[in-house]
């Protein structure tokens, strides 16, 4: 073989290894660029079941009247602030005053009837002892002492039926002397004037319901009204801790327990919502009364805790025979430990792992073992990248890095 021919067989050689080599570069290239990768962060995480809420006042109370008549006089304005016992309004008393004065003057002449009466007892009471003694002696007739007798008997008769009328009117007296006392109503609680509906002149008829005048609520304790799908209720325990922010404030959370579960369901176009409440103080009165309330209801958390993308979790794979494995989406968890599968970039290239999964929401999961901090994690191929909820706060290049934190 000549030196010429030599020359160009080993150049057509390195020509093909070069290209080889590129092809193989460009192939690895390519094959990395389809991959979406997120770096493996530390933060918070939490499990929740979130739902709408409303706030109303813990403790409040419809103030009405018992009595009717006109209203007189309202003492107190809308959103002012009360103490126990306050007068709020008064209702015209001249009907109620009458009557009580016409029980005391009825009283007065059943008295005087009583002190007749008496004297008429004691009256007969001689007259009977007088024809006593003297049917003894034969010097009058059994008539006369039976007539003596009868009229002793008939005076006590009256004066038990007079005691009788004076305790009924006494009872009617106290009866009026309330309803007088009730013309006057007072506040039964400390509290803020929440709703005012009664207006002054206002002829308030109590004999069918009674009408209400105005609402106090103690506004620093409230609770929340959350309406729970049925789905979702049976995950939520009495007492587990529970957040909320608003509209006004979304930055803020207000913690508070799970104090009950109301039976009785509210359906609202087909669907079936179960009112969840719990408490939530409220010292500075920031919150108000009908104010919007994100909830959560938290099944489990972790602080400082290993976090990567949901979507990291059990990626497609290859079987044996080349078949890709169906896709299956993690369950929700409660905090309870289980396996799963990852790919790792090692040096550049995907490689499976078995990691051990803590709790687990929509965005994210916490690594309990087998990743640490900063590792870059498969999320996804470039042709199925992740849907735009995922928080942009995971997703990194494969050279970047920070910290995650899932609500």
């Known amino acids: 073989m000549s030196r010429k021919r030599l020359t160009i067989i080993l150049l057509l050689i390195a020509s093909l290894a070069a290209g080889g080599w590129y092809y193989w570069r460009q192939r690895e290239s390519d094959e990395k660029n389809r991959l979406l990768t997120a770096r493996v962060t530390r933060g918070e995480i939490e499990e929740t079941t979130t739902a709408l809420g409303i706030l109303q006042p813990l403790t409040f109370v419809d103030v009405g009247t018992q ?3 006109q209203l007189k006089k309202i003492h107190v304005t809308l959103g002012a602030t009360v ?3 306050e007068l709020l309004a008064e209702i015209d008393p001249t009907l109620l005053i009458t009557r009580v004065e016409s029980n005391r003057a009825q009283i007065q002449a059943l008295e005087a009837q009583v002190i007749e009466k008496r ?4 009256l007969a009471k001689s007259q009977y002892e007088r024809q006593k003694n003297m049917q003894a002696s034969n010097a009058t007739s059994q008539e006369a002492l039976q007539s003596a007798e009868t009229s002793l008997k008939t005076t006590a008769a009256q004066m038990v039926q007079l005691a009788a009328q004076i305790r ?5 007296l106290r009866a009026d002397e309330a309803n007088l006392s009730y013309a006057r109503i007072l506040a039964p609680m400390s509290g803020t004037v929440v709703t005012l509906p009664a207006r002054q002149g206002q002829t308030l008829i109590a004999s069918q319901q009674a009408p209400t005048l105005l609402r106090i609520a103690d506004l620093t304790s409230m609770t929340v009204w959350t309406q729970v799908s049925e789905a979702d209720i049976i995950r939520l325990k009495l007492g587990m801790e529970a ?13 508070g327990h799970l104090r009950q579960i109301l039976p009785t369901p509210d359906v609202v176009n087909n669907v079936v919502l179960y009112n969840a409440l719990f408490d939530v103080e409220n010292p500075n009165l920031e919150l108000g009364i009908q104010m919007s ?3 959560s209801f938290i099944h489990a958390k972790a602080s400082d805790a290993l976090l990567v993308p949901i979507s990291a979790l059990n990626p497609p794979a290859t ?3 080349g078949e890709k494995r169906e896709r299956r989406e993690p369950e929700a968890a409660t905090g309870t430990k289980e396996q799963a599968t990852i790919r790792i970039m090692l040096d550049g290239k995907p490689e499976n792992r078995t990691v051990t999964v803590g709790v687990k929401n929509r965005l994210q999961a916490q690594i309990l073992s087998g990743l640490k901090e900063g590792d870059e994690v498969v999320v996804a191929s470039a042709e199925k990248r992740p849907a735009a909820s995922t928080s942009p706060l995971l997703m990194s290049r494969p050279n970047s890095g920070g910290k995650g934190r899932s609500k």
Do not use: C, M
Not at 168 to 172: A, D, F, K
Not at 243 to 255: A, E, I, S, V
């Open 168 to 172: 009924q009117v006494e009872s009617t």
């Open 319 to 321: 079987e044996n025979n």
């Open 293 to 295: 309330a994100q909830v």
């Open 243 to 255: 957040w909320f922010t608003t509209l006004g404030n979304p930055d803020k959370r207000h913690y």
């Open 67 to 69: 009595i009717s008549g």
């Open 83 to 85: 103490q126990e016992g």
């Open 119 to 122: 004297a008429q007892h004691a």
